[in-house]
């Protein structure tokens, strides 16, 4: 399997011969409001063109659509007939945007001979949770990939551990920004503590961290994060903290 990170959540997997667009953020750097009050979004480019990044592509995958994971250009730049899988919560929202061949996705399905497992997240605490909404993650299965675990927009809570034990993953994607609104809120996604955290569950596997860099709500940045994983002894090899446009591959071992 290859992964290309992109900018923010914004991946491009190649898993079992498809290509998968997992929450595409296309806009032009500055191109949106502000989320925390510090400066437009986002505030880095694309690494590479919208053409490159849809060229290839078999399925989008959209955990939800907050306008840093769906956001108007991927609106009108993706082909219409375009298979896009998301939650049940926003399928008419694709369907009313043009879209002709949205699925939703319940917990479990298959794309050709893959299967993948929509799981539930936690988008932040209190009144802020139920702001922000229903988010999912996806889980993806096949006999000659190794099992990955994209965890999505969501804190660190026991559904996910249940998720992590359970499937016991060979990669795990987090989203590590420590994402904040507010000096007087917790963080909407997993910060620094909770991503160690998460290598410390999954020892033997290979963690992902990405969502980083790119909002005015980010409060953490990847020499903030590799700093304190590797103070709490965790390896580079075990915690990946790839640059937007950096491409990893994995093989089943």
């Known amino acids: ?56 592509v078999d399925m989008v995958l959209v955990s939800h659509c907050h306008p840093d994971h769906f ?15 998301c939650q049940p919560e926003e399928l008419n929202i694709l369907i009313s945007m043009g879209f002709t061949k949205v699925r939703a996705m319940e917990s479990q399905f298959t794309f050709g001979d893959i299967s993948l497992t929509r799981t539930i997240g936690q988008h932040g605490h209190g009144d802020r949770l139920t702001m922000m909404g229903t988010v999912s993650g996806f889980i993806f299965q096949h006999k000659s990939e190794p099992t990955l675990y994209w965890l999505g927009d969501t804190v660190l809570n026991d559904s996910i551990k249940e998720n992590i034990i359970n499937f016991n993953p060979n990669i795990l994607v987090t989203h590590s920004c420590g994402a904040l609104w507010s000096k ?9 503590k909770q991503t160690v955290e998460v290598c410390a569950l ?52």
């Open 1 to 56: 399997m290859d992964l290309l990170l992109i900018r923010n959540a914004t991946i491009k997997l190649t898993y079992a011969g498809k290509v998968f667009l997992i929450d595409p953020y296309l806009g032009k750097k500055f191109s949106q409001p502000s989320f925390a009050g510090f400066s437009k979004n986002p505030m880095v480019d694309l690494p590479i063109s919208i053409q490159e990044i849809l060229s290839g």
């Open 71 to 85: 956001d108007r250009t991927a609106e009108v730049t993706i082909a219409k007939d375009t298979p896009i899988g």
């Open 202 to 253: 999954a020892p033997k596997a290979k963690i992902i961290a990405t969502h980083m860099e790119t909002l005015d709500l980010a409060t953490i940045t990847r020499k903030e994060l590799r700093v304190y994983a590797n103070n709490y002894g965790i390896s580079d090899s075990q915690l990946l903290i790839p640059l937007d446009g950096e491409k990893l591959t994995f093989n089943l071992e």
């Open 184 to 192: 007087n809120e917790f963080s909407v996604i997993m910060d620094e």
